[in-house]
């Protein structure tokens, strides 16, 4: 923009509302800013671009020919990375900023993720120059993002890990250390999306560590004979894709990753402790494992990939295959086993339909009249009855 103070006492500019006022002679584009070696800010409200030598500063009015200034406040940079997420899809276009094609194809995207600070300056100037680009028939959508899911913040050592801080953790050290893979999924497990976590050295060992579990279990080839028919693995493992797949539609990371820890910790309960001890269930010892590298992939993508190939024999990436289905009859859990305990020792258990096993005054019943727990409670007084729904009883007794 450009003013001229003597338009603005004539009452004239490009536009009325507007007098002294003209955009530059599209002739003049791009007016290239000049190299500043005093760039900071005065603290009195001026611009980097009041130091700029006078001669940039001064240019010829449109209006009027005479001498005017050029505007020093320029767009903010959230403004000029505005229109980015359109590029991204066409990076290879050399004659033009977007196709239209490959953007029909790819956009508007499903979600913008992102904290307060985006949501005020990156978001709302996107979808004004978005809006703009719909006016100008450049592209055919008006909402760049018609979800926003705001994630929550990392905390080190008390405070929020912020750049003006200086407590910036900077991955290459971490992933150098643990690999890409574990520093990746230690974040995402850190806590819940939308709230963040504290970040600590300690939780990336624990899950390098769980990625060598998942390493030396895709290397077993047969299972332990205890689930010969497989029923537990099959229900657990349908169980588990209906879990994370839920989850990760809904943003919930931590919790998915916890199901498949869940998952690799029965199946490690299946590995055979010696060559005499196989079952003879490879083909569904190697879908069980197969299962469990595609729901792992979008959390560790480079060694599930490398499991994929060189272990499970896929001959294309795991990153193209078809997501595993669930099949609903093995999600219900018909019967649950629930451990009954006297002073806190275990002392028999009690299968129950599934609908009743979060009942307590149906389980405390059944428990209480059990033959091997009446032998350890029968003529004593019951202090406290403990019950954990759908997992444990245990009966505190005097004496």
């Known amino acids: 923009m450009i003013h001229c103070k003597f338009c ?3 009452g004239r500019g490009e536009k009325k509302s507007m007098p002294g006022w003209y955009t530059a002679l599209e002739s003049e584009l791009p007016v290239r800013l000049p190299e500043i070696d005093d760039y900071k800010p005065k603290g009195d409200g001026t611009s980097p671009l009041s130091n700029a030598p006078e001669g940039w500063q001064e240019t010829e009015c449109p209006g009027c020919g005479k001498k005017a200034q050029r505007e020093l406040d320029i767009s903010d940079t959230f403004l000029d990375s505005a229109w980015y997420f359109l590029r991204y899809p066409s990076v290879d276009n050399e004659q033009s900023p977007w196709g239209s094609k490959v953007t029909k194809k790819w956009l ?23 809006m703009a680009f719909k006016d100008w028939g450049m592209v055919d959508f008006e909402e760049p993002f018609p979800y926003l899911f ?5 905390i080190k050592d008390g405070a929020k890990m912020s750049k003006s801080r200086g407590n910036v953790v900077i991955p290459d050290d971490y992933i150098k250390k643990f690999g890409s893979d574990a520093f990746r999924m230690y974040l995402m497990f850190l806590g819940p999306f939308d709230r963040g976590g504290d970040f600590k050295d300690s939780g990336i060992e624990g899950m390098r560590r769980f990625i060598e579990k998942v390493w030396r279990l895709s290397q ?12 537990k693995v099959l229900r657990k493992m349908h169980q588990t894709i209906k879990k994370v797949t839920k989850d990760i539609e809904g943003f919930k990371y931590n919790t998915a990753i916890s199901a498949i820890m869940e998952y690799v910790n029965l199946l490690r309960e299946q590995v055979p402790k010696s060559e005499d001890n196989k079952s003879d269930s490879p083909k569904q010892w190697h879908e069980a494992i197969r299962v469990l590298v595609l729901l792992l992939a979008p959390f560790a993508p480079h060694m599930t990939e490398e ?29 649950v086993e629930i451990v009954i305990q006297v002073n806190g020792k275990l002392r028999n258990t009690l299968k129950v339909t599934s609908d009743k096993s979060k009942v307590k005054e149906e389980v405390l019943k059944l428990a209480r009249g059990d033959e091997k727990i009446k032998k350890w409670i029968s003529g004593k007084k019951i202090k406290k009855e403990i019950f954990v729904p759908g997992k444990l009883v245990n009966f505190v007794v005097a004496g």
């Open 8 to 10: 603005e006492e004539k």
């Open 108 to 130: 508007p995207v499903d979600a913008y993720i992102g904290g307060a600070e985006h949501a005020v300056l990156h978001l709302l100037y996107a979808r004004f120059v978005t």
């Open 150 to 154: 705001g994630h929550g913040l990392i």
């Open 220 to 231: 077993v080839q047969s299972t332990n004979s205890k689930d010969r028919d497989g029923e």
């Open 307 to 335: 499991i994929w190939v060189n272990v499970l024999g896929e001959k294309y990436s795991i990153h193209k295959a078809p997501w595993p289905e669930y099949d609903v009859k093995y999600i219900k859990v018909d019967n």
